[in-house]
């Protein structure tokens, strides 16, 4: 019986042990009413905690053309060092990952092509011979991998790449597309999950079905790929003749437990009310189960944009948006409670009067949440914010 | 091995019918084309904003943008703008920022496709409309927009006076 009441307290802990936060921080040092920082990348990568460091990635144009930027500060420290440029060329989307004592590999695109590298100290290493995009990037141990939208005659397709760490140095071991035979039409998108038995799992947006659906795929070794799934088990269709079924963008992907991968994405299967958070979980037999809607009702009939998900390997698992129930776009959270997620909660520093979107973040070693967001304003500039949250 | 070839073609056909995409005929083109054709022209933008295998998209494309009078007034009177909801291609806003067609979406806080937005020549949104349109709502529309009542006006007090 005691038993059973400590598994029950352990199961509902999440309900009862809110997210304290620390006051928030202003991550970039150049604002103004022409400069234009954005956070989005495949797979939601924006932030990133090696050892006591905080890293966090974006792209804008203070110098006159879109260039990205890795800005890092000491976990205790109230403030951010000032950014470093990552690219010479218009650069876009880019993401990073921690490594170990302060280190982190960050990718972008650049002048067409993708490019990885270590920082700090690292060079820089063209992942892609040929026009690419959207790329990502998943580390667990030292498996470390990466995904990109890559041109393959008419479409765009996803390949993956295993990268090699040297040192500072990276270099590609390995890079095949998921599937040998050229797309049908476009992809894009991906993102990257290393479950605890190393495999690799990628998901992607697909249009081969004439509408936009999440496929999803894995690798035991991270050469040879399952035949691509749907991540959606909502198969629409034509309706009456029209059309050719409702659209799904967007998919995230986070390694998750000792064996899981969970995946988070934007739906619009309820096609009057903008798009919907949705989940899936593969707690370890690399196929994932049903659908599972993450907001709840008080984000009905309202969209919702720039969805990801975050865990870590203790199972805690945060899916994070932006929507505008309140009136202007606001931050909102939501973690697994076992059995479905939990009420949807504002980010404190994120929520209010204003346009505050577009979130990224991370889970640390410690569990702590790490949330950088933007937080615009068309007068003073758009300022990149962060806040760290614990359980207490 | 004929056979298959013939059926393949046939399947290409069928999938090539049901893209939701911009009404045929009609000159549409990317958003950074419309914005900068509008500044030369002085023409009011019209923004469709349409999802790849949207049904009501296909239905008012099949429906309103197939009668050949609206098409000869749109045509001929705006610079016609196709965003696809879901692409990460990128576009400039008037503003000099540049963001990708989906975020567009985002910035428009759009729920519905298709989603019909007018702008003036510099790219400021006068209105936007979500959903299937009958012919007479684009030609409301229309009037709307070039006769410069929004100026004065909301779009619901024009279309209640001239009920």
């Not at chain 1, 509902?12 to 103004?32: F, I, K, R, Y």
């Not at chain 1, 470093?84 to 060329?89: D, I, Q, R």
């Not at chain 2, 009542?149 to 209640?160: A, R, S």
């Amino acid at each position: 019986m005691r038993a059973a009441a400590l598994l029950l307290a352990v199961l509902a802990w999440p309900a009862h042990a809110a997210w304290t936060w620390d006051e928030a921080l202003t991550v970039n040092s150049v604002q103004g009413a022409a400069i234009f920082p954005h956070i989005e990348s495949a797979n939601r990568q924006g932030v990133g905690v090696s050892g006591d460091t905080v890293g966090v990635v974006w792209e804008d144009n203070r110098d006159g053309s879109p260039q990205c930027y890795l800005a890092t500060k000491p976990a205790a420290a109230a403030a951010f060092q000032p950014e470093v440029k990552l690219s010479t060329g218009e650069c876009y989307e880019p993401v990073v990952v921690a490594l170990d004592a302060g280190r982190f590999v960050a990718a972008w695109e650049e002048a067409g092509k993708v490019h990885a590298q270590v920082l700090p100290g690292g060079q820089r290493l063209q992942l892609s011979n040929t026009e690419a995009a959207q790329v990502t990037l998943a580390l667990r141990g030292d498996a470390l991998y990466a995904a990109w939208a890559e041109q393959a005659g008419r479409f765009r397709r996803i390949v993956v790449a295993r990268l090699a760490l040297t040192g500072d140095t990276l270099s590609v071991t390995s890079a095949q597309p998921v599937e040998a035979a050229m797309p049908a039409d476009e992809q894009g998108w991906p993102a990257l999950a290393v479950a605890g038995d190393g495999s690799v799992t990628v998901a992607w947006e697909d249009r081969r079905h004439r509408h936009t659906v999440p496929m999803t795929s894995h690798s035991r070794d991270g050469k040879s790929f399952a035949p691509p799934a749907r991540l959606t088990d909502h198969k629409s269709g034509r309706v009456d003749g029209l059309g050719a079924g409702t659209g799904a963008m967007r998919p995230t992907l986070t390694a998750w437990g000792e064996q899981g991968i969970a995946a988070v994405w934007l739906d619009k299967r309820d096609f009057l009310s903008g798009y919907d958070v949705f989940a899936a979980l593969d707690t370890g037999t690399r196929r994932f189960g049903k659908n599972i809607r993450v907001q709840d009702n008080f984000g009905d009939n309202m969209a919702q944009w720039h969805a990801l998900v975050v865990g870590d390997a203790s199972g805690k698992l945060v899916a994070l948006w932006d929507d505008a129930r309140d009136g202007t776009p606001d931050v909102w959270l939501s973690e697994w409670a076992g059995e479905a997620f939990g009420d949807d909660l504002a980010v404190p520093a994120a929520a209010g009067p204003g346009w505050q979107s577009d979130p990224v973040a991370t889970l640390d070693a410690a569990g702590a949440l790490h949330v950088v967001w933007l937080d615009r304003d068309e007068a003073a500039g758009t300022r990149i914010r962060y806040a760290r949250a614990a359980r207490k | 091995m004929k056979l298959i070839k013939i059926m393949l073609a046939a399947s290409c056909l069928w999938a090539g019918t049901v893209l939701a995409d911009p009404p045929k005929g009609y000159p549409f083109v990317n958003f950074d084309a419309g914005l900068k054709a509008a500044k030369a022209s002085g023409k009011p933008i019209f923004v469709y904003f349409g999802r790849y295998g949207c049904a009501w998209c296909d239905h008012t494309n099949k429906q309103t943008f197939s009668d050949a009078g609206l098409k000869k007034l749109y045509s001929d009177h705006y610079a016609l703008v196709y965003v696809d909801a879901e692409s990460g291609k990128r576009l400039t806003l008037p503003s000099g920022e540049r963001i990708t067609e989906a975020e567009l979406g985002a910035r428009l806080q759009a729920f519905a496709t298709p989603l019909f937005v007018y702008m003036t020549p510099q790219g400021e949104k006068i209105f936007q409309a979500p959903g299937f349109k009958t012919v007479k709502d684009f030609q409301d529309y229309d009037r709307y927009v070039r006769g410069g009542h929004y100026k004065q006006k909301t779009l619901l007090e024009f279309l209640g006076e001239k009920s």
